[in-house]
């Protein structure tokens, strides 16, 4: 399988428009938040449905800290889980399935017919603030830490299952969709492209 996208170029700055955060007159602040554009092609036979992950997987452990190490140990964030996408579908419009964010999380986000979306982890990220606490679903994009001084890359991660409907629960997760997808997977292309709120971390 091949991917792409006309909304940024793998391994490099993925815009602020298809960002959750962006810098602003008086720090940071919340960005355009669009879903980019996807397109995927070299299908393999017998292909009944896709799933899309985009993980963050640079992630501090210890956010906290005045500025974060590149070296500081790291972990998954997901921004975005999503299954059941027809097995006819072979891109996403810029834009189609997120545009801004939603305090307390998207509760219908939009997607193509039949396919369903998953909590990312802004649903844990926020559970403990009583504005923005909620189910967050679908796509939500970077907004990483910017005092964080490594740059952050975004695997965009479709994968061609030989199911139609993947066995996952209403509020599932990236770990419920790779936990499912066990001995399902007929191929896989990913894409990845980064991007940082800190003004000293360059490509």
């Not at 602040?29 to 092609?41: C, E, I, K, M």
Request: charged fraction near 25%; charge should be negative.
């Amino acid at each position: 399988m091949q991917i792409r996208s006309d909304s940024f170029e793998h391994r490099h700055r993925i815009p602020a428009e298809f960002a959750a955060g962006q810098p602003t007159a008086d720090g940071f602040g919340f960005a355009p938040n669009r879903n980019p554009h996807l397109a995927w092609s070299d299908v393999p036979e017998g292909t009944r449905s896709f799933a899309l992950l985009c993980i963050d997987p640079d992630v501090p452990t210890d956010p906290g800290v005045a500025e974060i190490p590149s070296a500081q140990p790291r972990t998954d964030f997901t921004h975005w889980a999503m299954v059941d996408i027809p097995a006819d579908v072979r891109e996403l419009a810029a834009g189609s399935c997120s545009d801004g964010v939603v305090a307390r999380g998207k509760r219908e986000p939009r997607g193509p017919a039949g396919s369903r979306q998953g909590l990312n982890d802004y649903t844990g990220w926020f559970a403990n603030d009583a504005e923005m606490s909620g189910d967050w679903r679908g796509y939500d994009g970077p907004f990483p830490p910017p005092h964080d001084q490594r740059l952050h890359r975004y695997f965009f991660r479709v994968f061609a299952l030989d199911v139609e409907r993947l066995d996952v629960p209403d509020r599932f997760t990236a770990g419920d969709v790779l936990q499912a997808m066990h001995g399902h997977v007929l191929g896989e292309a990913s894409i990845y492209g980064t991007y940082s709120l800190n003004p000293a971390i360059t490509e």
